[in-house]
């Protein structure tokens, strides 16, 4: 079993540390970030609709949404695989 917290806890901290460390490299190798940001999407190149200029205020909101969100998606993904796993 599951607990729910603790898997929604560990899943948002992975999150923002992901998105600090993907944010660092996009401040210090532009080229590196748009390689891999677009490689995601099989080298479209999404990469150019994100604005060049650095905002903090953009980057707390995006930050907080974004854990906030894989906070409330891993508790339930932890209340699904207990609910299934019974």
Known sequence: ?????????SLAIL?????????????????IFEFLFNAQFLGAKVASLIPREF????????????VISGWIFGY???WLY???AK
């Open 76 to 78: 339930f993904w932890a």
């Open 55 to 66: 905002s903090w205020s953009h980057f707390i909101g995006t930050l907080v949404t974004v």
């Open 82 to 84: 207990n609910l299934l």
């Open 1 to 9: 079993m599951l607990n729910k917290v603790a898997f929604a806890n």
């Open 15 to 31: 999150i923002a540390v992901s998105y600090v460390i993907v944010h660092a490299v996009r401040l210090v190798s532009p080229p």
